[in-house]
């Protein structure tokens, strides 16, 4: 058995919308309560896709919507009750808005799972557990579909998460 390094990572293409959807449905199906999740990348990279597939993955039945003008929303997964955040910082600041948000009362909520669209804007609150993905366009031509995505999982749990998905990952 190969021995955890202090971060791991993958990355991935996208050739579509649809499938950056089916990669985070994949990694939403491994989610686990306690799970934060940080997605960084320009206006436009696939962010937002890409949490919506989360969501699905992860049992929410309702579709997640872009909480760029509430910041926060809130989704409960029918039958265990964990429930999904799906934050958007493109409209705050820095950490000390992020911070006046209450967003560091609910990191590392073990029956919550965090998706956090503009996680570099609170980079300091991340907990050190936790699985960044890095979204761009491929050759930096925002006129493309296809997409990179860079994944790097820090901490034990979202190392394991990021090994489970790699698995899963492949035959997409």
């Not at 999904?84 to 967003?103: N, T």
Request: net charge negative; aromatic share 6%.
């Amino acid at each position: 058995m190969n021995s955890l390094s202090e971060n791991e990572s993958l990355e991935l293409a996208s050739n579509s919308p649809e499938q950056t959807r089916r990669l985070g449905a994949c990694l939403g199906a491994l989610l686990e309560g306690g799970a934060v999740i940080c997605l960084e990348g320009p206006l436009g990279s696939g962010k937002t896709c890409l949490a919506q597939g989360i969501g699905q993955g992860f049992g929410v039945t309702q579709p997640l919507i872009s909480p760029t003008f509430v910041l926060v929303r809130e989704y409960v997964r029918p039958g265990d009750g964990l429930k999904l955040y799906h934050v958007d910082l493109y409209r705050v600041s820095g950490p000390a808005e992020a911070i006046s948000l209450g967003v560091e009362e609910w990191l590392g909520d073990a029956h919550a799972v965090f998706v956090i669209e503009w996680a570099e804007r609170m980079r300091e609150l991340v907990p050190p557990d936790h699985l960044w993905i890095r979204l761009d366009f491929a050759g930096g031509n925002a006129g493309q579909e296809r997409r990179l995505l860079d994944f790097t999982a820090r901490g034990r749990r979202h190392i394991d998460l990021l090994r489970k998905f790699r698995n899963i990952a492949a035959e997409i």
